[in-house]
């Protein structure tokens, strides 16, 4: 059964100092892996898609890259706007369904 | 620019009241999704359809059925609301490279 988890749940943080929150998988057959922000209230907002290992994307303070197993968004001096509910989800095989890790909730203080 | 578009941000409705969330897209896509989203439990599949008229059972079809006449269109049906089924309900379609585009969401209370 594919599966997605994601560490840490929660990061609170302080402006300016980095992190990176993971995204691990067990999946037969990669077809992307997907990051997406998600505001309260709101849904999730597309951020970006890789499709092999080694593959890194760049978005403003944002990084995501790519190994066999698992998946890390670095987030670089982060803002208080960067808080955010950051969900990772993973496509296979034939199916057009994605697969979703429950998410990790970011808090940057000013 | 794409998007789905959900009916209603918030919604209250009675228990045992038929209710109705509308999605629609504006991508001419074929495949088209419906969540509901709980803290702590994540995104969970309801249903999902690949092409009109056509529908499949996600992980919690319980108490919900769904209706895609249009290819556009693609709508929640709680036969019967019930106070568990109180939710934020996300509709999405797939747009191949981007995963799935997103509506703004509904947020249903039940009471």
């Known amino acids: 059964e594919d599966q997605v988890t994601q560490s840490p749940e929660a990061l609170r943080l302080q402006e300016g100092e980095s992190s990176s929150l993971n995204c691990s998988y067990t999946?037969?057959?990669?077809?992307?892996l997907f990051w997406y922000r998600q505001d309260p209230g709101k849904g999730p907002e597309f951020l970006f898609t890789?499709?092999?290992a080694g593959e890194e994307k760049e978005k403003e303070r944002l990084k995501a890259t790519l190994t066999k197993k698992e998946s890390f968004l670095h987030i670089t001096a982060p803002k208080p706007e960067d808080s955010a509910t950051y969900l990772c989800?993973?496509?296979?095989?034939?199916?057009?369904?994605?697969?979703f890790g429950k998410g990790t909730k970011l808090t940057v203080n000013p | 620019d794409v998007k789905v578009t959900q009916s209603s941000r918030y919604l209250v409705k009675r228990t045992g009241e038929k209710v109705f969330l509308e999605c629609v897209q504006d991508?001419?896509?074929?495949?088209m999704f419906w969540y509901r989203q709980d803290p702590g439990l994540g995104l969970r599949l309801i249903y999902f359809?690949?092409?009109?008229?056509?529908?499949e059972k996600g992980d919690i079809p319980e108490g919900y059925s769904v209706s895609r006449e249009k290819k556009e269109r693609f709508s929640l049906i709680l036969e019967s609301a019930s106070t568990n089924q109180t939710s934020m309900y996300l509709c999405?379609?797939?747009?191949?490279?981007?995963?799935?585009?997103f509506g703004s969401g509904t947020r249903l209370t039940v009471v």
């Open positions: 989800a993973v496509r296979t095989g034939g199916s057009e369904k994605l697969v």
């Open positions: 999946v037969s057959g990669l077809r992307g």
């Open positions: 890789l499709y092999s």
């Open positions: 991508m001419d896509h074929e495949n």
């Open positions: 359809s690949y092409d009109v008229k056509m529908k």
């Open positions: 999405a379609s797939l747009r191949d490279s981007y995963g799935y585009t």
